[in-house]
């Protein structure tokens, strides 16, 4: 079994900072993909920031220069480091993975998420 929890959430106010983790664990191979999304109220899930190819990583336009992605290959785990926070990036934050599992087979998930809210 796999799990994706995610941490670091809570409220701020706007210009701060706030540092999201996603720990995937359990009979994990290989990471081939771990990615961020968020849901604002009222609006559709948004990407907001992805490694690809294991090497380079893309943001959504809104988040560029703000938000850092980086990744712990050791602990399973990816950072979303957020600064300059604005209300606009009020909403879920979820992490979403694309994993190969210790018996060979690919594993596909969403963690639960973790609220952010910027007050202005």
């Known amino acids: 079994q796999v799990q994706l929890v995610e941490s670091g959430g809570g409220s701020v106010q706007a210009g701060g900072s706030l540092r999201l983790s996603c720990a995937a664990s359990g009979s994990i191979l290989a990471i081939n993909s771990m990615d961020w999304y968020r849901q604002a109220p009222g609006k559709q899930r948004e990407s907001v920031a992805r490694?690809?190819?294991?090497?380079?990583?893309t943001y959504a336009h809104s988040v560029k220069g703000r938000f850092t992605l980086s990744r712990d290959n050791a602990k399973n785990t990816e950072y979303l480091q957020m600064n300059s926070l604005q209300p606009d990036d009020t909403g879920v934050y979820y992490c979403?993975?694309?994993?190969?599992?210790?018996?060979?087979?690919?594993?596909?998930?969403w963690g639960q998420g973790t609220q952010v809210t910027v007050s202005s």
């Open positions: 490694i690809v190819n294991n090497d380079s990583t």
């Open positions: 979403h993975a694309e994993i190969v599992k210790l018996v060979g087979t690919k594993w596909i998930g």
